[in-house]
C-alpha cells in the first residue's frame, strides 16, 4: 500500500474516532460557535488534508497534523473576523433600516426592483435561515423567544442569522 493511501486511511479513522473531540476543541477556541459552525471548519479543513499532492511527504503524528491544521484554521478565521467586525456592523445597521422600510409602501428609500430582489432571494433561502431572518427581522421575535419555542440553541440562530445576511447581501449584489 502505497504512503499516500496509508496515510488517507489512517486519516479517515482518526476523524471517525476524534470528530466529537476536534468539534469540542473548535467550540472552546471560538466564542460564539455553533455545532454547524464548528463543523463547517472541520469539512474545510479534512478537505485539505485530503486533498494533499501525492507525493507529499507522509504523514508521522496524524493527530498533532489535524489539530495543528485545525488551530491554522482557526487562526485564520479570527484574524479575517477582526476585519470584518465593521463592515458586519455596517451592514446590521443598513438591514435594520432596509427591515423598516421593506413594507412600508410609501417609503422611496428602496426601489421596488430592490424589494423584489431581496423577496426572491429571501424566498431562495433554505429554510433554516428564511425561517429565522422572517421571525427575527420581520416579526420581531428575539433570539430568546425563538430558543425557547423551536429548542435551537440562540448562539445557532444568531449564527445561522449573520450566514443569512451574508448570502442575501451577496444576492442583491449580483
Known amino acids: 500500500m502505497s504512503s499516500n493511501k496509508k496515510d488517507n486511511k489512517n486519516l479517515n479513522s482518526f476523524f471517525e ?6 468539534k469540542y476543541y473548535i467550540q472552546s477556541k471560538i466564542k460564539q460557535t455553533s455545532e454547524s459552525d464548528a463543523e463547517d471548519i472541520i469539512q474545510d479543513v479534512a ?12 504523514i508521522h503524528n ?10 491554522n484554521k482557526i487562526t485564520d478565521i479570527l484574524r479575517t473576523k477582526k ?5 458586519q456592523d455596517q451592514l446590521e445597521e443598513l438591514w ?7 413594507y412600508d409602501e410609501t417609503s422611496n428609500e428602496y426601489p421596488h426592483h430592490v424589494r423584489e430582489k431581496l423577496k426572491i432571494a429571501i424566498s431562495e433561502l433554505k ?9 427575527v427581522d420581520f416579526e420581531n421575535y428575539s433570539y430568546k423567544e425563538i430558543a425557547s ?9 444568531m449564527s445561522r442569522r449573520h450566514r443569512a445576511l451574508s448570502i442575501l447581501l451577496k444576492s442583491i449584489e449580483n
Request: net charge negative; no cysteine; proline share 7%.
Open 17 to 22: 474516532e476524534e470528530y466529537g473531540s476536534i
Open 47 to 58: 478537505l485539505r488534508i485530503f486533498s494533499r499532492p501525492i507525493d507529499a511527504l507522509p
Open 62 to 71: 496524524i493527530g498533532g497534523y489535524v489539530y495543528n491544521a485545525v488551530k
Open 83 to 87: 476585519s470584518r467586525l465593521d463592515d
Open 96 to 102: 435594520t433600516d432596509f427591515t423598516n422600510l421593506f
Open 127 to 135: 429554510p433554516l435561515y428564511r425561517d429565522v431572518i422572517i421571525a
Open 149 to 157: 419555542e423551536t429548542g435551537i440553541p440562540q448562539g445557532t440562530l
